[in-house]
């Protein structure tokens, strides 16, 4: 990833530009929350780096900056947005048809999203099942198709007056695909770009302009669009940081916040239920079985890693994880999560946890949007390059090198990523063994 300690971090001067590829309810409730905190209307609720602190040295030292504050952010009033999307509506009325915000919150930003108007997008009905796009591009290659990604990104630079822009895919979710020979190198891939090959989908045409452009990229969906040999070998070679994938929000937030808790307190799992009633696109979408399998894969790998069965057999082998998610129209955007859990205890005594989370997607996933831009932005600034596995904090399915098991536990992935910042800076990492204060 490049890092080095107490490195120089090139200022964050002037603007810093968001290109979005898809504009839906993710991204227009960024959108509207970014511009409600600039005009005082909000606070940036759910934003580790806008309302989270870092403790810096020993505990009595009381050295506790926020995040904002310790290392050198852009400020949420230099952030400009661009969008692609394969329908027309600017972010005002995506955001209507969305449904997150009350229309009362919509009014009162309303001529910052109605300024956001989606460039065409890159799209291809087998990739995502449910769509029909309208507002598409057409090329002789994917090539091509590339290219006038790369041409948007440059134009966009030049009207918002901007060198330093950050990418997060906040489009549909594409299809469950493993990677082929075409992703397995670079070359190989800008050959298959050239040649129309099938296994390339849109995501992944997107992240290759924005790293070619040198613009860090951080995937928000389950599909691989960055996560494949070509475009890590890409990203190191322009020294650009990339992210992903699967924004962590809802049913997964509360998987990783749990099972290290049964875990560190050697409590056996016999079996964890979950299931989603959602009624937005996405949950269109994800009724498509091929959607929904890329989804599928990227939630059930969690409690295996953070349980390790291999290393805990008496505790948790061979228990059963069931995830569904059902597209139930009425609830818009406000999905419902149960979770039936069923444990074990002193003596193997059966007992059950039930979860039932009516949150809210987009407002769990706006924040993550805005500190992986934030961050993406800072670490290109500090030049980090490639996989920034510190930010698997934010992540359902965090990208990882190649033969390393991704770490889930959400309080290992916020300790990593604080020590990143201090390591960044220069300051002593914590290790919390705190055996100074007796000696
Ligand atoms: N909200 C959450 O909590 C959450 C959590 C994890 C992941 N995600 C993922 O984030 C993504 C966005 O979620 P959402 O709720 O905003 O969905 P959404 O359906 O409201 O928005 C997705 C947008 O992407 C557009 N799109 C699809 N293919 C495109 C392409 N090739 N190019 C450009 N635009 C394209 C769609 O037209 C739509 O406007 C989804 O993949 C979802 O699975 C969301």
């Not at 080095?4 to 002037?14: D, H, L, M, N, S």
């Not at 009381?62 to 661009?82: E, K, Q, T």
């Not at 995502?128 to 057409?138: E, F, N, Q």
Request: charged share 25%; aromatic share 10%.
């Amino acid at each position: 990833m490049g890092i080095t300690k107490g490195t120089t971090i090139r200022p964050a001067q002037g603007k810093l530009g968001v290109l979005l590829p898809g504009l839906g309810a993710v991204a227009t409730t960024f959108i509207a929350g970014v511009e409600a905190v600039r005009k005082g209307l909000a606070k940036p609720i759910g934003s580790l780096t806008q309302m989270g602190t870092i403790r810096l040295g020993k505990r009595t030292e009381n050295r506790v900056p926020r995040i904002a504050d310790f290392v050198p952010l852009a400020s949420l009033d230099d952030l400009v947005f661009a969008a692609w999307d394969i329908f027309p509506d600017d972010a005002y009325q995506s955001a209507v048809t969305a449904g997150v915000l009350s229309k009362e919150d919509l009014e009162r930003v309303r001529p910052l999203l109605e300024s956001v108007r989606p460039m065409p997008g890159v799209f291809d009905p087998a990739y995502v099942k449910k769509l029909h796009g309208t507002h598409v591009k057409s090329g002789r290659s994917k090539m091509d198709l590339a290219e006038q990604l790369i041409d948007d990104i440059r134009r966009f630079q030049r009207e918002a007056g901007t060198d330093r822009c950050v990418a997060i895919w906040c489009g549909s979710t594409e299809v469950y695909r493993e990677p082929t020979a075409v992703h397995a190198s670079l070359s190989a891939f800008e050959k298959g770009l050239h040649e129309n090959d099938e296994h390339i989908a849109p995501s992944a045409i997107y992240a290759y302009a924005c790293i070619r452009a040198g613009v860090p990229y951080a995937n928000g969906a389950p599909n691989l669009s960055v996560d494949f040999p070509a475009l890590i070998e890409l990203a190191r070679r322009q020294g650009v940081p990339i992210a992903g994938k699967d924004f962590k929000t809802g049913q997964t937030l509360m998987k990783t916040i749990l099972a290290p808790g049964l875990k560190a307190r050697a409590l056996g799992l016999l079996g964890w239920y979950s299931t989603n009633i959602l009624g937005n696109r996405d949950g269109e979408v994800l009724d498509d079985p091929e959607s929904f399998k890329s989804k599928e894969v990227s939630k059930l790998g969690v409690l295996e890693h953070i349980l390790q069965p291999h290393l805990y057999p008496d505790l948790y082998k061979d228990f059963c994880h069931v995830v569904r998610i059902n597209y139930y129209p009425p609830r818009g955007d406000n999905k419902e999560g149960w979770d039936n859990i069923d444990i074990f205890g002193w003596m193997g005594y059966p007992m059950q946890i039930k979860i039932d989370f009516l949150c809210r997607d987009s407002i769990l996933a706006a924040p993550i949007v805005l500190d992986l831009t934030l961050l993406l932005d800072l670490a290109q600034r500090a030049g980090m390059y490639g996989i920034q596995e510190w930010l698997s904090f934010y992540f359902k399915s965090p990208m990882t090198a190649p033969g390393l098991y991704p770490e889930h536990d959400l309080f290992i992935q916020l300790m990593k990523l604080k020590n990143t910042l201090r390591y960044l800076r220069g300051e002593e990492l914590i290790t919390h063994l705190g055996a100074e204060y007796y000696d």
